[in-house]
């Protein structure tokens, strides 16, 4: 096993996207059911492959002189779908430390052990950050049972990353396939990063329905910040692009949602989008090394 440290030069690579998924493990086991997989692709339209493994992830990547934070989602509890092996993510992101940061996941639900298993993640694998799917994991983040884990993360000084606004898994399907957007409401956020303020928090894409209370967290809580993935920027809401322009411009991500959202597809939209020149490199980069703690 080689613990994660960063090997990456951050001066020469064009964007760091903050926001990719490892669909597949070694084993052959993805990261969803197949009910979820396909309504996921069709909600997306995205014809490319959806199901790219951690060496996959790191050659995409690297051909594009790009780095990226990799993860998947443990929401077994909920969903009864065993998550990927999340050690088998850290271990590969080492291989390609050049490339990429692993981010861990938790099942909220798991109490005790899902603490002891952020400390572990941490420690003998180096983990860079935590990613939470509320709506997929089931639970209201802002619920007191699950502020251990914010705990054990704040100490391990890494951020939190959690989904944020409606999700494409689960879209038009029965019931949503038991999914429930409101888990997912960014002001359930403001309360863990009111109470843990030296957490970092990020609120992973445009917050719709909620994009005002998004821009009103991140402008009012230091420790707050948005990643732009899961929607095409030409689809970004207007207030949302005025505030990365301006009050939010030290607080927005570049992040694709990678393989739903290809990441070439995303760059193309995004020079496209109504962005100042000197906000562009600061979204695409800066921010994120900021978010990371690797640059005060």
Known sequence: MSRYEYGIDFTTIEALDFHTHVQLDGCGH???????????AKYFKSPEDQNPTVDDVAAHYRARNMAAVVF??????????????????????????????????????????????VHRLVDEFGVKGFKFHPSMQGFEPNDRQFY??????????????????QTGIGAGLPGGHGIKLRYSDPMLLDDVAAD????TVIMAHPSVPWVDSQISIATHKANV???????????????????????LRGKVLFGSDFPVIQVDRWMKDFENLDI??????LILKD?????????A
């Open 30 to 40: 993805h990261a969803m059911d197949e009910v979820l997989l396909a309504a996921t």
């Open 72 to 117: 998947t989602v443990d929401a077994g509890a909920a969903t009864g779908h065993a998550a990927n092996s999340v050690e088998e993510i850290a271990e590969g992101a080492a291989r390609h430390n050049d490339v990429l940061i692993p981010f861990g996941s938790v099942d909220p639900w798991q109490g005790k052990a899902a603490v002891r298993r």
């Open 148 to 165: 251990p884990l914010y705990e054990a993360i704040t100490e391990a000084g890494v951020p939190a990353l959690f989904h944020t606004g």
């Open 196 to 199: 843990f303020p030296d957490l």
């Open 225 to 247: 910040f948005i990643d732009l993935s899961g929607w095409s920027p030409k689809y970004f809401p207007p207030q949302l692009v005025k505030a990365a322009n301006s009050k």
């Open 276 to 281: 100042k020149p000197e906000v562009r490199p």
């Open 287 to 295: 921010n994120a090394l900021t978010a990371l703690g690797i640059k």
